[in-house]
């Protein structure tokens, strides 16, 4: 079981970071996936890291702007949002699966390769 966290509201230009947090088993070695869906918009994988953590992937949209980072030791993926921007705002869900997120991995493929979502946490990006 995986459950995020670390949702809100925050102004365009604020942060925010969201936490995963698996229970239940140990995930280092598992690629984490960060996915969001917005009302009216196809869902959308936006980030990844492999279970080293060697590699991390992000979308065009996010690039510059969001970190994926993990914590094994407490079973945790976080990912650092800055300078947010309204069309951030969606609800974002983790997910995991194995042998995806190597280096270069195209992050359009996300939907397809993870298993399933989380229950997710909102973000709302809002002046």
């Known amino acids: 079981q995986h459950v995020e966290s670390g949702g809100g509201l925050v102004q365009p230009g604020g942060s925010l970071r969201l936490s995963c947090t698996a229970s239940g088993f140990t995930w280092q070695y598992y690629a984490i996936g960060w996915f969001r869906r917005a009302p009216g918009k196809e869902p959308e994988g936006v980030s990844c890291?492999?279970?080293?953590?060697?590699?991390?992937n992000y979308a065009d949209s996010v690039k510059g702007r969001f970190t994926i980072s993990r914590d094994d030791a407490k079973n945790v993926v976080y990912l650092q949002m800055n300078n947010l921007k309204p069309e951030d705002a969606a609800m974002y869900h983790c997910?995991?699966?194995?042998?995806?997120?190597?280096?270069?991995?195209?992050?359009?493929?996300?939907?397809?390769?993870?298993?399933?979502w989380g229950p997710g946490t909102q973000v709302t990006v809002s002046s």
């Open positions: 890291i492999s279970p080293s953590g060697g590699a991390t």
């Open positions: 997910a995991f699966t194995s042998g995806v997120c190597y280096s270069d991995y195209d992050v359009s493929l996300m939907l397809d390769d993870f298993g399933s």
